[in-house]
């Protein structure tokens, strides 16, 4: 069989002959770009913003222009393997979804689509806790294919352990605690819009399907006073009754929905008071792997392994976060270093290409995470597009690999890398 490169090429040729030209671009920007035309200026600032001047979300790609690859020349490398073990599990590409919130703003489908895209071309979807259908509907959605499921530990325990447990029964096969954004970074771009999708109701399924959720009682809910109903409210009322068709669809309404959202509010974001000791209870919930999310410091990574962390994941959160952090492919090295190949460590922020994912492979990472240009996928073209976009992204790789002179992932590391230049 050809390699999944040329297949890829082939296919997209083939349709050309036909004047049949693909929905999904192939070049990352065009896809942004086109992507982003499609959407509103909510969901273009949502989606493509990040912390202030959003400095980190460009130093996340120039870590990787100031990495070159050294093709090889004269091997035989016919026959390639791109799969990648990973938790015990075998995986056909060292890809993953990240976890992305509110992917309703991109298309109504949603997790939904984006999870069937995945688990068609067996790549885990990691869904968010801020999905926007319940965990167990995306989980059937996807059959066996692998998923895990991503945590923000909100204020109450009782609402983490819940979650834990649901992903748990409902076939999730580990935990990733996102550890960067226990709140929400200053986000321009949403700021100067004065808009927030879960103040609407939106991206908050997982919280209206939980019973432990609908328990807690909290005096302190009264911070969001209704504003004088003008166009815009009634916008908002649109959008709190779209999430709370999805919410009653599940059989589990709770009843009035602005009540609902004004006790997220008031949970889902916690003083920034965790800590890696914190671990050690979220173990004893779940007999699943944990993954910690948001490492940037070798000594974080060290202390969430004393901790019992099964896996580490560097990530600046696509630089929504902390403007002017380190690009996340700088921390990696260190970070791989700090971990000694105890557990795997994943990345995530700035992939693009398939030749950032062997970029990121020879700096010491296990797989990576896509983020937002499975998003754009999704928003151009719903299931199909995440699909196109995955397969292209596999092409890549694979023809990257190919022409590096390796056969097997197994064989990248620093001395396939110029650095520095
Ligand atoms: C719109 C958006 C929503 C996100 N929501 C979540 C989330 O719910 N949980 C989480 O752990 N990370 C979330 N992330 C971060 C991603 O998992 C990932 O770290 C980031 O997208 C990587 O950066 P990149 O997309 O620029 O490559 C989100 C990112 C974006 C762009």
Not at 42 to 67: V, W
Not at 72 to 81: A, E
Not at 374 to 380: I, K, Q
Not at 386 to 398: F, G, P, S, T
Request: glycine share 10%; proline share 5%; net charge neutral.
């Amino acid at each position: 069989m050809d390699p999944i490169g040329r297949l890829r090429q082939s296919r997209i040729y083939s349709s050309g002959l036909v004047a049949r030209r693909e929905a999904i671009p192939t070049r990352p920007d065009r896809l942004e770009e086109k992507a982003l035309r499609a959407l509103g200026a909510e969901a273009q600032a949502y989606l493509g913003g990040g912390a202030g001047l959003e400095t980190t979300m460009a130093a996340n790609r120039t870590a990787f222009d100031r990495r070159k690859l050294i093709p090889r020349m004269g091997r035989d490398v016919r026959h390639r393997d791109l799969s990648v073990d990973i938790l015990g599990r075998r995986l056909p590409l060292p890809l993953l979804l990240a976890p992305i919130g509110v992917l309703d703003m991109a298309h109504r489908d949603a997790d939904l689509a984006a999870a069937r895209a995945a688990a068609k071309a067996g790549v885990p979807f990691i869904t968010s806790s801020q999905a926007c259908s319940p965990l167990e509907d995306i989980a059937t959605a996807m059959g066996d294919a692998p998923r895990w499921f991503q945590l923000y530990w909100s204020m109450h325990d009782q609402v983490a352990e819940s979650f834990v447990k649901r992903a748990e029964q409902a076939g999730y096969e580990a935990i990733v605690l996102t550890l960067d954004t226990t709140q929400l970074g200053w986000r321009p771009r949403d700021l100067d819009l004065g808009y927030l999708p879960f103040l609407r109701g939106r991206g908050i399924a997982n919280y209206l399907s939980d019973e432990a959720f609908v328990a807690v009682v909290d005096e302190n809910t009264s911070s969001i006073k209704p504003g004088r109903p003008g166009l815009g409210a009634l916008r908002s009322l649109a959008e709190m009754l779209t999430t709370r068709r999805r919410g009653v669809a599940k059989g589990r309404p709770i009843g009035d929905l602005a009540e609902a959202i004004r006790r997220f509010v008031a949970i889902y974001s916690r003083p920034p008071d965790l800590t890696f000791a914190d671990l050690e209870r979220l173990k004893s919930w779940t007999r699943l792997p944990i993954l910690v999310k948001g490492i940037l410091h070798p000594d974080d990574a060290k202390l969430a392994l004393q901790h019992g962390a099964s896996g580490i994941i560097v990530s600046n959160h696509g630089g929504r976060q902390v403007d002017g952090a380190i690009a996340a492919l700088d921390a990696l090295p260190g970070i791989v270093e700090a971990v000694e190949g105890h557990v795997p460590v994943l990345f995530d922020s700035g992939i693009r290409t398939g030749s950032d994912i062997v970029k990121a492979l020879c700096l010491g990472a296990s797989a990576v995470l896509l983020g937002r240009p499975y998003v754009w996928g999704l928003a151009l073209d719903g299931q199909a597009g995440v699909a196109a976009v995955i397969d292209n992204l596999a092409a890549e790789l694979d023809l990257t690999l190919a022409f590096c002179g390796h056969r097997s992932l197994s064989e990248l590391g620093r001395h396939c890398l110029a650095e520095g230049l």
